[in-house]
Nanobody
Framework: QLQLVESGGGLVQPGGSLTLSCVGS????????IAWFRQAPGKERQGVSN????????YYRDSVKGRFAISRDNAKNTVFLQMNNLQPEDTAVYYC?????????????????WGQGTQVTVSS
């Protein structure tokens, strides 16, 4: 059974940066499409970014394009989300999720495995 653990969240001022990590165990991540989702209080979970199994294809929601970068190191069973120029509207719990399929989507119900989430707070 694949397990995912996120880390790297925290409190940062507007304009700051954070790098989130998602480490997989129990299975090798190279068989999975990985996505990052986020959920702010009182709001629906939304897709932020995804990356295909070999890292050749990525997707970003419009509001994070040019600020966030997703990458993966399959040798370390880890996926990263580099977040730059963070804004208060980026405040949320960030989750990584894995889908054992070749197609990458941003529909939460397509993902079978989820981490516990890491809090990102952007505030002055």
């Amino acid at each position: 059974q694949l397990q995912l653990v996120e880390s790297g969240g925290g409190l940062v001022q507007p304009g700051g940066s954070l790098t989130l990590s998602c480490v997989g165990s129990g299975r090798t991540l190279d068989r999975y499409v990985i996505a990052w989702f986020r959920q702010a209080p009182g709001k629906e979970r939304q897709g932020v970014s995804n990356i295909d199994r070999n890292g050749a294809s990525t997707y970003y929601r419009d509001s994070v394009k040019g600020r966030f970068a997703i990458s993966r190191d399959n040798a370390k069973n880890t996926v990263f989300l580099q977040m730059n120029n963070l804004q208060p509207e980026d405040t949320a719990v960030y989750y990584c999720a894995a889908r054992r399929d070749t197609s990458a989507t941003m529909r939460p119900y397509d993902y079978e495995h989820w981490g516990q989430g890491t809090q990102v707070t952007v505030s002055s």
